[in-house]
Each structure stands twice: as structure tokens, then as C-alpha cells.
């Protein structure tokens, strides 16, 4: 992470929600739920559409909606016969990190748990009397799905599962900063589902052993495979060249091996996978050839082969990877997009067009070896002051000025292994600060990244600014925005080799941006009606939406957002606890004949200095209070409540 506070509110709070909204049947919508069935439509009636009613903001005229996950939002459904239903929508957590849950043996487990390489508990000793084991208030990315032969004792209706990441943890009670100090963890939550509501129940909570991948570095943004595994996420690598100077790495390395230098920075920046298997635990394996990049969230394509990757960097780039087979993560070549002219953050304006360089093609074991038998130095020589030698190229690294120069052979091993500087080596458009989520609606054949804020190296002079980008904006816009791309086939690579696949990204414009705003009345510095500072991305093909949840440093309160494609309207429905980030958003359209939104929150009341002035020594005491003294985060989901009538 390169400048906390400009990255992502990673310190504000990812809930996992995880919602049964609308429960579709074969032929159409046939329930919405909560606790009880919402809508129940017969086939005869059929689903038409949806729309998300939006919710006012939280404000201090009710501080305890803006101390919690707030849902005053409502979803109206349109049958085919132009019947409608509104419903009211609500959020029900399964459990608040630090809880003791179910651990399947008639035990109990404690949820967000920390431990290390040899998975024993990870203490925060740092208030003499108060020592325990450290838990994550930060969990981050899930996805939700089900297995055809699952059976977990405990389970009375139809056995689904989730699988849960946490990013890190804020602080430790001493109030001392934690944030990538420690080995990020990973769990299954098998989950009871009510066949005839939806309702989701805990039934056992499974952590993941990550010590055969070396543990995990900075687990943000998930998504789940069209082959039903969750693709987790290593974002912020660690900088290999200077690792040895890195204060955080090697508290790291202490926290997960015992001491300082045991952790090898190239085994962190890569792309883990967890295989849920039928009786609830789960097995992890780390893909080292979709390049050695900041892992936000990834979108497989439905010829299984293709992955569109977000990069949440400063100086980052748009990266792609094809598969050398379906459903198999473990080879394939990587490329990084160049842009033509014409970037704009306009939607008025066409935007610009992109060609794809080829970095490379690999295999995730040759990369795995590569890593483990070569140091930086090996692969390529990285200065941070001009040597005034021709022989070096000057290129920006996470807003700072590097002079590199590869070594003679070493093409595939910096491609892999030092992907941001290959990548600008090669002519990579490597100037965009922080795109984040990634999603893509399938009927129309369009892509969505997330710019999280637009702003240092997108700016022309600004820090970490290059020409080669050729991204010359005049003024930031902190807020960020919602880009865009059409997936054609047919498409060369710099060399003139196709391209072999029919979902690659062609143009990049601007759908949704948000507004920069002198600072309201409540402290807001991004127009609250507006997305502000978008992060995690997911789209329902079902639905005809595109969810988008806020990492922002701009709005008190940070929101999950519905937008409609077809009928262009954005409507909030959810507000996070204030100083908290709403991430770990996904949608299931249909799962055993429900569709699920999930999400997290993060870190709830992490202030901010002039955002939260006004509203902190109000809310602070509230937020104590409903989380753990601000150390817990509640993974849930979001719901539907009927108003008393079921249809039929």
C-alpha cells in the first residue's frame, strides 16, 4: 500500500454482506427473502425486472444509523403481467469478527483469527493483562456458492457455503498501526439455507491453511470462478529490490516465521485460489503466472480462460491474462494494455483506445521456481538516483522515480516477478492511480473497472507521471470514477499475434464519476449523492445492475450503490459504519433459486482528521459499543422483508 490514506480506506470497514435478495427459479423470479419468503411468483407471472428504491444518507439527526450498517433502501419488483411488490431491505450479520463460532467439533473457534506458518495463534501482547489472540477487523473479499454432493453435520436445509477473507487488522490495543503486518487469513463458512426463506445461518466456521503458499499478503477483493472456486487476491507486493528495508515486510515475516527474513518478497503479489471441498474446509493453491502485481479483484470470462485484472497501484496498468486451458489458472500468457489517445473522464466522451502488449507466457511452477532461486538484483538492476548511464531507463514505481536496467535473459523472470517495472519497460500504459474492481456484464459483452481516486500519476506534472501513459488529465478528481470498456475478439498484440480471446477490453471511456465538493455540513468532501471513491465491483446479469462499493476518504459514511444499465438510475442501498469501507461485494443470481449479494466492512470508525471532525466524538462511543471497541467487523449480508404479503 503506497499512501494509506490515499490508497483505500482500507482502515474503514469491509462487511460481508451476504444477502438472499431475490430468489429466481427457471423460469424467472420466484421468491425475495429475509428471515421469510418475500416474493414468491409462479412461472405463469414471470419476472421483468427490477429496481432498487434508494435510501436517504445517514445523518446526525439519527447518529446511531450512521454508528452501523444502515438499509433503508427498497426493491421493487415487475412481473411480467406489470404486477409490482416493493420490499423493504435490511442487513442481518452472521457474526462480528472476534466472536467465539462454531467449529464444526462441538467447539468453538474465534472468527478472524491470526496465526502463523505452523498455524498456532498470533497474540497481541502490547497491553500488559489484556493479551489474546489477534482477529482481523478487516475482512474483505467472499464469494457464496454451493457444491452438489456437500454434507456438513449441522446443515437441516440445503448446505451452502462462503468463503471469507481478512485483509488485516488496524491497530493492536496498544493503538499501534498493524495494517500489513500481519499474515492475512482465509475461512469456509458452511451455512445452513432455509429452502423455503433463503435465510442464511452459520452452521461452522473453517479456516484455510495457507502454510503450504508461504501464508497470504494483503488479501483484499475476491471473486468466484465460472468453475466455483474463490479467487482471493495479494495487493500492495511487497517491493523485493528494497524489501530488506521495509519496516511492515519484516514485521511480517516476524509475525508469520518467528523472525525477520525467512519471508521471500517474491512469493507475495500473486493470485490464491480455495477449492471448497463437500465437507466444509477448504484447500489453497498461489498462481504465480497472472503476473506479480497489486491483486485488487479479478473477473474470469465465460470461455474460462480469460482474466481481467484490476492493479490498485500508483503508476499502475490494466492487465489481462488468457489461460492456456479452461479452468486452470496454472499457465497462460499476461499481457498490459498501451492507450491510444483521447483518455478522458468525460462519459460524454468516446474515451481512448487500447492495444495489448505481450509481457510474457509462463507457467505458475517455472515462476514459483524462478522466485525462490533468484534475488532482485539477479533480474534487474533498480537504482533510485540517476546514474547519468544511458544503459538505464527511467521509469516511476508507485509514484517514485527508478533507473532500471534487466539483465541479459531475464525477461521471463521480470515479467513475473517484477511485472510493474517490465510492464513499463515494454511501453505499458502504467499511469493509472489505483483501478481497483473489476466486473463485466455478459449479455452486452462490456467491462467495469473502479478508479478508486484520479489523481498523482493520472495528472499531468503530478507524482509519478509519465507521457508514455498517455493519460494527461489537468486536475485530480479524488472522488474517482467508473470506467468502462467494450470485449471484442479479434485482436493482435503489439508483435501482431492474435490475441486468443473473444473478450478482450478495446476501448477504456468514463460511466459514472464522482464530484469533488467544498466540505458539507456534515464533513463530506465528495457530493454524497454521487458514488465516491469506487472499489469493489459486481455485476447482475439477472438483475441488470452494477453494485459498486466505496473505499472513500471523501464521504463520512461509505456506501454500497445499485446502479441499473438500462435505465441509467444509481441508488444507494447501504451505509456503512462511519469511518468504515463497504468491500467484498458479490452477487450469486441464483443459488438453489435465490440471488445473493455479499460485501464487508472494514475497520469501522477509523477516522479521518478533517473528514470526521464533526461527527466523531458523536458517533465514536456508538461505534465502541457495536463493535468490539472498534476492534470487530460483521460479515452478514443484506436482506429483503415482505410488508406482509406474499405473492402467488
Not at 102 to 125: C, F, Q, S
Amino acid at each position: 500500500m503506497s499512501n494509506p490514506k490515499a490508497l483505500k480506506r482500507r482502515s474503514f470497514i469491509k462487511m460481508a454482506i451476504s444477502a438472499p435478495m431475490l430468489p429466481i427459479g427457471s423460469t424467472g423470479l420466484t421468491a425475495l427473502f429475509n428471515s421469510s419468503p418475500l416474493i414468491a411468483a409462479e412461472a405463469a407471472s414471470g419476472f421483468r425486472s427490477a429496481e432498487f428504491i434508494s435510501m436517504e444518507a445517514p445523518s446526525l439527526a439519527n447518529p446511531e444509523a450512521m454508528a452501523t450498517t444502515s438499509v433503508g433502501s427498497m426493491l421493487e419488483v415487475t412481473m411480467q403481467n406489470g404486477d409490482t411488490k416493493t420490499y423493504k431491505l435490511a442487513y442481518e450479520p452472521f457474526f462480528i469478527t472476534g466472536d467465539l463460532v462454531p467449529d464444526g467439533k462441538n467447539g468453538k473457534i474465534l472468527a478472524g483469527g491470526y496465526v502463523d506458518i505452523h498455524n498456532r495463534p498470533i497474540m497481541d501482547n502490547s497491553v500488559s493483562g489484556k493479551e489474546r489472540q489477534f482477529f482481523s477487523d478487516c475482512p474483505d473479499g467472499m464469494s457464496l456458492l454451493k457444491l452438489e454432493r456437500a454434507k456438513v453435520k449441522g446443515v437441516r436445509g440445503n448446505t451452502v457455503f462462503a468463503v471469507v477473507q481478512f485483509e488485516y487488522t488496524n491497530t493492536n490495543q496498544g493503538n499501534e498501526k498493524m495494517y500489513g503486518v500481519l499474515p492475512s487469513q482465509i475461512a469456509v463458512l458452511t451455512l445452513n439455507q432455509d429452502p423455503a426463506s433463503g435465510k442464511l445461518t452459520l452452521v461452522k466456521y473453517t479456516p484455510v491453511d495457507t502454510s503450504s503458499a508461504q501464508g497470504l499478503w494483503i488479501t483484499c477483493g475476491a471473486s468466484l470462478s465460472p468453475w466455483n472456486t474463490h479467487l482471493s487476491s495479494e495487493e500492495y507486493e511487497p517491493d523485493a529490490p528494497f524489501a530488506h528495508e521495509n519496516v511492515r515486510f519484516k514485521a511480517f515475516s516476524k509475525n508469520l516465521y518467528g523472525n525477520e527474513t525467512s519471508a521471500n518478497p517474491y512469493n507475495y503479489g500473486h493470485l490464491p485460489e480455495v477449492t471448497v471441498n463437500p465437507d466444509g474446509t477448504g484447500t489453497l493453491v498461489k498462481h504465480y503466472c497472472l503476473g506479480r502485481i497489486s491483486h485488487e479483484l479479478v473477473e474470469v470470462m465465460p470461455d474460462r480462460r480469460t482474466v481481467l485484472m484490476g492493479d490498485d497501484y500508483t503508476n499502475s496498468g490494466l492487465f489481462l491474462f488468457i489461460a492456456d486451458k479452461e479452468a486452470d489458472l496454472s499457465s497462460g500468457t499476461l499481457y498490459v494494455a498501451k492507450l491510444g489517445q483521447g483518455f478522458s473522464i468525460d462519459p460524454k466522451d468516446d474515451g481512448a483506445k487500447l492495444s495489448w502488449i505481450k509481457l510474457g507466457h509462463a507457467t505458475s511452477d517455472e515462476i514459483k521456481k524462478l522466485a525462490a532461486t533468484l534475488k532482485p538484483s539477479d533480474i534487474m538492476t533498480v537504482l533510485k538516483t540517476d546514474p547519468n548511464d544511458d544503459t538505464f531507463t527511467k521509469i516511476y514505481y508507485d509514484g517514485i522515480t527508478n533507473w532500471v536496467r534487466l539483465k541479459p535473459g531475464m525477461e521471463k523472470a521480470a515479467a513475473f516477478l517484477e511485472t510493474h517495472r517490465y510492464a513499463y519497460l515494454m511501453g505499458g500504459s502504467m499511469g493509472f492511480s489505483k483501478m481497483e474492481g473489476t466486473t463485466a456484464n455478459l449479455k452486452d459483452k462490456v467491462a467495469y473497472f473502479a478508479l478508486q481516486n484520479i489523481q498523482d500519476s493520472m495528472i499531468k506534472g503530478g507524482k509519478g507521471w509519465n507521457s508514455q501513459s498517455m493519460i494527461e488529465l489537468e486536475k485530480p478528481l479524488i472522488a474517482g470514477a467508473v470506467m468502462t470498456s467494450k470485449l471484442e475478439g479479434n485482436q493482435r498484440d503489439q508483435s501482431g499475434n492474435a490475441i486468443q480471446s473473444n473478450w478482450v477490453p478495446r476501448q477504456l471511456s468514463a460511466l459514472i464519476v464522482g464530484r469533488d465538493i467544498a466540505q458539507d455540513e456534515l464533513g463530506n468532501l465528495a457530493d454524497p449523492n454521487t458514488i465516491s471513491n469506487p472499489d469493489n465491483l459486481k455485476f447482475s446479469e439477472k438483475l441488470r445492475t452494477l453494485f459498486i462499493g466505496e473505499d472513500s476518504s471523501t464521504h463520512v459514511n461509505n456506501f454500497i450503490w445499485a446502479y441499473n444499465v438500462d435505465t441509467k438510475k444509481l441508488s444507494r442501498i447501504a451505509s456503512m459504519p462511519s469511518g468504515a469501507e463497504a468491500t467484498g461485494l458479490s452477487v450469486v443470481d441464483n443459488l438453489n433459486g435465490w440471488t445473493y449479494i455479499t460485501a464487508n466492512f472494514q475497520h469501522p470508525g477509523d477516522w479521518l482528521g478533517k473528514l470526521h471532525s464533526k461527527v466523531m466524538p458523536i458517533l465514536n462511543p456508538l461505534i465502541q459499543k457495536n463493535y468490539k471497541d472498534r476492534f470487530g467487523a460483521a460479515v452478514g449480508y443484506i436482506t429483503a422483508k415482505p410488508s406482509g404479503i406474499k405473492i402467488t
